[in-house]
């Protein structure tokens, strides 16, 4: 399974972004799906994730700001970001979750500066 993500860049504090991912390859059934990401010098936390009938979970940091939502026939989730802070940026990844494994994609780039 390989996943490749999208929608990263610069924005301004208060501003919004929509990241993508899309899962393809040897895919037969995909269980959650979600974001983490990793700002310099910290721990990759949790952004959001969404199981297969439509869950949801948020880190603390973005409840309220951020909505996690997938497409199953299109094997893609999309977070979308709101009120975006400074402390916001960071490398998203996005991961999926098939028969007990994890697959990750290569990382976005948001970065929330004025």
């Known amino acids: 399974v390989q996943l490749q993500a999208s929608g990263g860049g610069s924005v301004q504090p208060g501003g919004s972004l929509r990241l993508s991912c899309v899962a393809s390859?040897?895919?037969?059934?995909?269980?959650?799906m979600g974001w983490y990401r990793q700002a310099p010098g910290k721990e990759r936390e949790l952004v959001a994730l969404?199981?297969?009938?439509?869950?949801?979970m948020y880190g603390d940091s973005v409840k309220g700001r951020f909505t996690i939502s997938r497409d199953n026939a299109k094997n893609t989730v999309y977070v979308q970001m709101t009120s975006l802070k400074t402390e916001d940026t960071a490398v998203y990844y996005c991961?999926?979750?098939?028969?007990?494994?994890?697959?990750w994609g290569q990382g976005t780039q948001v970065t929330v500066s004025s």
């Open positions: 991961y999926s979750i098939q028969a007990a494994r994890a697959y």
């Open positions: 390859g040897s895919i037969f059934s995909i269980n959650d």
């Open positions: 969404i199981t297969r009938g439509g869950s949801t």
